[in-house]
């Protein structure tokens, strides 16, 4: 039996995302919540596939009403950036397990307000959805970085991130990472160290800058940090990982799924994408071309929502999706935290502080 879900947000990237719910075999969404009820009454007119029957007589403008009149285990949060931690605070307190994607918090005090609302609910899930973990190029890597046929023990790494986004999203309109503080690191790096994250968990320390560049043609105006950024953490075991990264790039050479090398005692491992190679001593004896990120990315939530539902239903994977994602969001906020006050970031003290241990 799929699990019964509330889907918030129908329009724009949300759009796909509800898509990604009907073409997934875990979940089955009972009622969709939009503030825009015209734009979203249009958006689920438009979904193709299986689409639950009455599901367009079911969209309200809260979560608080479709849970009333709805009965649902799970609630996935896909609205404009500025809303998700008052709907994820809402979700949790009506007794649903809860996805938002990333950012799930713009601020500090957003994020500890969310962790006192799961702290109150304990047994409910909660998770910052990372939809480029999941495809079989990101897999494979993971696969590499933690399992015996792989690099072994992680000595260095790097990443490197290029892309070119303009955060204007209409004439009068512009994505909220033009006009929040902080956004690079939590909407452009989380989706590259997010699969570092979920492969070797969190690094000990974190040094950060971000870049100075304003570019008003991208809409990259008065927010601080949000053209790009270079990080340099630092593991329990020594090994350094750098990272750097900029959507005010001129070119897109690797997209959202960087550029990474890694150096580890057993091999040495390369990815551009979806191609990945692995080295020893010298030869490379894994070559291979994977699937990468898919178009509309829709498939790679389809993959992430089948995982959220079989962690609900089974436990498989439950813990580590729920710290690793919440684990990425402390580590950009480290990012960010060390950026403001030129500082290296003990990560452990400042997760400690960030969960209210
Ligand atoms: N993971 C990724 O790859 C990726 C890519 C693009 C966007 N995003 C994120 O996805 C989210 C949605 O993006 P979008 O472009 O669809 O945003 P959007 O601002 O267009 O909002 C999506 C929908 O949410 C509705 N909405 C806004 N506030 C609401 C509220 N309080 N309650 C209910 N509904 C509300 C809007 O009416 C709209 O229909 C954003 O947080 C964005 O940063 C993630």
Redesign the pocket.
């Known amino acids: 039996m799929p699990i019964r879900t509330i889907h918030?947000?129908?329009?724009?990237?949300?759009h796909g995302r509800l898509q990604a719910q009907i073409n997934a075999n875990g979940l089955t969404p009972v009622a969709c919540?939009?503030?825009?009820l015209e734009?979203?009454r249009a958006g689920v007119a438009n979904l193709q596939g299986d689409v639950p029957e009455n599901l367009a007589e079911r969209i309200y403008t809260t979560i608080t009403e479709a849970k009333e009149k709805h009965d649902a285990q799970a609630c996935l949060i896909?609205?404009?950036?500025t809303?998700?931690a008052k709907?994820i605070i809402e979700s949790l307190n009506l007794g649903m397990h809860t996805l938002c994607?990333?950012p799930i918090a713009t601020t500090q005090t957003e994020f500890r307000e969310i962790i006192q609302a799961h702290k109150a609910n304990p047994e409910l899930m909660l998770v910052q959805?990372q939809?480029k973990r999941w495809n079989p190029a990101a897999a494979k890597m993971r696969e590499w970085l933690r399992e015996e046929d792989g690099i072994g023990e992680m000595l260095a790494g790097e990443c490197r991130f290029w892309i070119r986004q303009n955060l204007f999203t209409g004439p009068d309109s512009r994505q909220p990472d033009a006009y929040l503080d902080g956004l690079f690191f939590h909407?452009g790096t989380s989706h590259q160290l997010d699969q570092l994250v979920a492969a070797k968990g969190l690094p000990k320390y974190v040094t950060a800058h971000i870049h100075n560049r304003r570019d008003p043609e991208l809409g990259q105006i008065e927010a601080w940090g949000t053209a790009g950024g270079n990080a340099l953490m630092e593991y329990a075991n020594g090994a350094p990982f750098s990272y750097a990264g900029t959507r005010a790039g001129h070119a897109s050479p690797f997209g959202w799924s960087g550029h990474w090398t890694f150096h580890g005692e057993n091999a040495d491992l390369r990815r551009d994408a979806g191609h990945l190679q692995l080295f020893r001593t010298g030869t490379c004896v894994e070559n291979v071309n994977l699937q990468d990120l898919h178009a509309g990315?829709i498939e790679d939530d389809r993959l992430q929502f089948d995982a959220f539902a079989d962690a609900i239903a089974t436990g498989t994977d439950r813990e580590w999706m729920q710290e690793t994602t919440l684990g990425t969001w402390v580590l950009m906020e480290a990012c960010n935290e060390s950026a403001r006050t030129h500082a290296r970031v003990d990560v452990e003290a400042f997760a400690a502080k960030m969960f209210g241990n």
């Open positions: 918030v947000g129908c329009t724009h990237f949300a919540v939009d503030i825009n734009a979203a896909y609205a404009s950036t809303a998700h709907l994607v990333k959805g939809n909407a990315l």
